[in-house]
T-cell receptor, first 113, second 115 residues
């Protein structure tokens, strides 16, 4: 079956530091890959996505590249801000059937001023 | 534009009491609907999903149930709450079609505390 593995958190950084949150996946087909963000006390919202190998999703300074050869979709940002503090979820969807996404466990990011 | 409403935002209930959480979607038709639970320090757990009125699939056997009485209404219920039912409950919807817009839209969540 499908699965998503994210690095354990919390990740604690100083403002303007470089961010990487690792995500690897296992899937039987050719999934679409997503990063969602959850700010404190809120629901999740889509941050970025990629639908095929070598695609790069980007939004709000965050980027992630769909790497089929390493089955990875690592999230990166060159300079984090305090307002980026949130929980980040990697997810995949199986394009072959009904849309039941598989989520990772989430990685908490804490950015200090 | 599409919106999703979920209520209440917070709820404190005694053990053994009933539960009803409601979620409605506006601005779309025939969406896929989902209930997730997020326990403290844990990831998302899919509880139920629905691809149409009256069609409910359960992912985790437990004392919760779900119903979809209308196309854009999804209700999560319990007859008797357990302490382990505490958590953050999220309703979500998707457009129900494969393609470029394969993403979930989440409600703002309900924080349930069972005491």
């Amino acid at each position: 079956g499908n699965s998503v593995t994210q690095m354990e958190g919390p990740v604690t950084l100083s403002e303007e530091a470089f961010l990487t949150i690792n995500c690897t996946y296992t899937a039987t087909g050719y999934p679409s890959l997503f990063w969602y963000v959850q700010y404190p006390g809120e629901g999740l919202q889509l941050l970025l996505k990629a639908t095929k190998a070598d695609d790069k999703g980007s939004n709000k300074g965050f980027e992630a590249t769909y790497r089929k050869e390493t089955t990875s979709f690592h999230l990166e940002k060159g300079s984090v801000q305090v307002s980026d503090s949130a929980v980040y979820f990697c997810a995949l969807s199986d394009q072959g059937g009904s849309y039941i996404p598989t989520f990772g466990r989430g990685t908490s990011l804490i950015v200090h001023p | 534009s599409q919106t999703i409403h979920q209520w209440p935002a917070t709820l404190v209930q005694p053990v053994g009491s009933p539960l009803s959480l409601e979620c409605t979607v506006e601005g779309t038709s025939n969406p896929n609907l989902y209930w997730y639970r997020q326990a403290a320090g844990r990831g998302l757990q899919l509880l139920f999903y629905s691809v149409g009125i009256g069609q409910i699939s359960s992912e985790v056997p437990q004392n919760l149930s779900a119903s979809r009485p209308q196309d854009r209404q999804f209700i999560l219920s319990s007859k008797k709450l357990l302490l382990s039912d505490s958590g953050f409950y999220l309703c979500a919807w998707s457009v129900g079609q494969q393609g470029a817009d394969e993403k979930l839209f989440f409600g703002s969540g309900t924080q349930l505390s069972v005491l």
